[in-house]
């Protein structure tokens, strides 16, 4: 008996905004068991993700021997450099000879430039002045 799983991302958007910048990814975790055998009860599989130093644990129920477990948007939040990642762990206790089954990935988003601050000093307007 075989238990093959896949973790994906996708960019789906940036947004910037003054109150945050994130960015939008989509994550799916599909799994497919193999063989003569398979478990068709439902069963609970869990996925935490895990971002600027806390974690968030989520619980899905799936059944059959192919199946798309989540499919998702995630927000990843960026920092002040404009830079931002996540982690996705999972687990599946498959019920089966397979045991236990677990994955983990990471998404880093592209980076969204800070806003720039824009310094004048003392001047007429009218005149030129130093930027």
């Known amino acids: 008996m075989a238990v093959s799983q896949s973790l994906s991302f996708s960019l789906v958007e940036q947004q910037y905004s003054s109150s945050g910048n994130k960015t939008l990814v989509r994550f799916i975790w599909t799994s497919t068991q193999s063989g003569e055998s398979f478990n068709n009860n439902t069963r609970t599989a869990q996925y935490t993700v895990t971002q600027n130093g806390s974690s968030q644990t989520y619980y899905v129920n799936y059944k059959n021997a192919t199946a798309t477990i989540v499919d998702t948007t995630l927000t990843v939040d960026h920092d002040a450099s404009g830079y931002g990642s996540l982690s996705v ?22 980076r969204i430039a800070p806003k720039s601050t824009l310094v004048v000093s003392d001047g007429t307007l009218g005149t030129a002045q130093n930027v």
């Open 89 to 110: 762990d999972t687990y599946m206790n498959t019920g089966i000879s397979a045991g236990v089954v677990e994955k983990s990935a990471t998404y880093t988003a592209p």
